[in-house]
């Protein structure tokens, strides 16, 4: 029973340490992708103009803490004020700002509504940055409605990590896809220093998870 105990407060402990990691975009570093890798693939539809979503998502880049329910506060640190290649933004996972991420837009494609986001640095984050990255998409509906998708390809460090992780993550990319869903369709802000999200995530459908491997 004891060593039953001890296990599961194990576990628990190696799940915070996800948690605090956040979906938020915030994933990857020169990337050379050569081992093998875990992939997490949601996305939900918004009903507004994919050019609107695109430009929460991604062209304010810096403000990723009006929609992630994970993220207190974020901001510009170097590069280009908007979402473009070089642009630096660093997020702060709690108030005290002890547990953060230091971030760049590695690739973009405004034409397709692709852009890939890397970490350069940051605070207990349990990634292997050479073989982890994330995506943002953004699909045209056609109907006035869009796409939004979160895929995220990672390696853990250490890597037995990697499968509490792959749930960690998934719950993330999900409550942030909601989160960008509100606040681009509301107005309103959602973020991990207010109750908006605890009030509104059950009036949203969950994401659609992508089948990866």
């Known amino acids: 029973m004891k060593k039953d105990k001890m296990t599961k407060t194990i576990k628990l402990r190696i799940l915070m340490s996800v948690v605090i990691f956040t979906i938020s975009g915030t994933f990857g570093h020169a990337q050379s992708m050569e081992k093998n890798y875990k992939t997490v693939h949601v996305e939900m539809k918004i009903n507004a103009p994919a050019e609107r979503v695109w430009e929460a998502m991604v062209l304010d880049y810096g403000e990723i803490s009006n929609f992630s329910p994970y993220i207190h506060t974020s901001e510009y640190t170097n590069g280009s004020l908007k979402g473009e290649v070089g642009a630096e933004r660093k997020c702060n996972f709690n ?23 890397v970490v ?3 605070a207990k984050l349990p990634l292997n940055f050479d073989n982890s990255q994330a995506f943002y998409r953004v699909k045209d509906n056609g109907d006035g409605t869009a796409t939004a998708s979160y895929e995220f ?17 998934k719950k ?42």
């Open 95 to 117: 108030e005290k700002g002890s547990q953060w991420s230091h971030e760049r837009i590695g690739d973009i494609d405004s034409k397709n509504m692709v852009m890939r986001n």
């Open 120 to 122: 350069i640095d940051g």
């Open 153 to 169: 390809q990672f390696r853990t460090k250490p890597a037995f990590l990697g499968v509490i992780a792959k749930g960690g993550f």
């Open 172 to 213: 993330q990319m999900s409550g942030t896809l909601v989160g960008l869903k509100h606040y681009v369709e509301t107005g309103e802000r959602v973020t991990a220093g207010n109750e908006v999200y605890k009030r509104i995530k059950k009036d949203y459908p969950k994401a659609t998870q992508i089948k990866t491997k």
